[in-house]
């Protein structure tokens, strides 16, 4: 049973590869910041009752100014070194509540177009009994290894998915497999942290809107894209 839903949306990181003066997360698209696209998604949800929002250390103040009314009810922490640690700091402040939620869902602040019908997805998920669940994509293009500038073999992608986020987990099972988390390589999500453990994680279908914004030139494409299309559902 899925009694408690809370929403942690990732706003940490320095955006290296965006190639923008400032961090991705806080550029304006659509005439609102790019991280307040997915908190006023979650907030809308009517299953979601509250929302963590991770900034870069010492950013809690400009995050508040430049989220104004917006941030109001919302409880805001301080991230870490890698999206890993941004997320462990925002399950300790949900651990540390009077009430712990029974379920949580991780977000890319990056990812501004989230639709309703994705988190809708992953509660059926979790309500079925998954202790974490995930939207992904099919790989469209032919894949290829790259071996010094020439094609190596083509890759079956037929098996392969694309991960997108928010991904959502058992509250108890991601906090365990955070505080006791030790391989050396740093993972990318939460979902393959939470398999470590040997967890199954369920896979729903993810939406092209869900994309992230990651490179050069994705702001201004998605800045197209949502132009229209800004109030998804
Ligand atoms: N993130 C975070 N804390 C970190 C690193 C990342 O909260 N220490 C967040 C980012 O703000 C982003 C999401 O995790 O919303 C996905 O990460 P990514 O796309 O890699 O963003 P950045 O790390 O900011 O970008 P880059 O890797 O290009 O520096
Ligand atoms: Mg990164």
Known sequence: ???????????????????????????????????????????????IDRVVLVVPPGG???ARTLLGADAKGLTIVEGGETRRLSVRNAL????????????VLVHDSARPGLPSSVINRLIAALEAGAAGTMPVLPVADTLITD???LSGDTVDRAPLRRVQTPQAFDFPAILTAHR????????????QMLRALGHDIALVEGDPRLDKITYPGDHERMERQLGAAMSVR
């Open 60 to 62: 809690i103040d400009e």
């Open 147 to 149: 071996q010094d500038g």
């Open 180 to 191: 006791d988390w030790s391989a050396p390589d740093e993972p990318t999500d939460d979902a």
């Open 92 to 103: 300790e402040a949900l651990a540390a509540g009077d009430s712990t939620p029974s379920h």
């Open 1 to 47: 049973m899925v009694s408690s839903l809370a929403a942690i949306v990732l706003a940490a990181g320095r955006g290296s590869r965006s190639g923008a003066g400032s961090p991705k997360q806080f550029r304006l698209l659509g005439g609102q910041p790019v991280l307040a696209h997915s908190i006023e998604a979650m907030r809308r949800h009517d299953r």
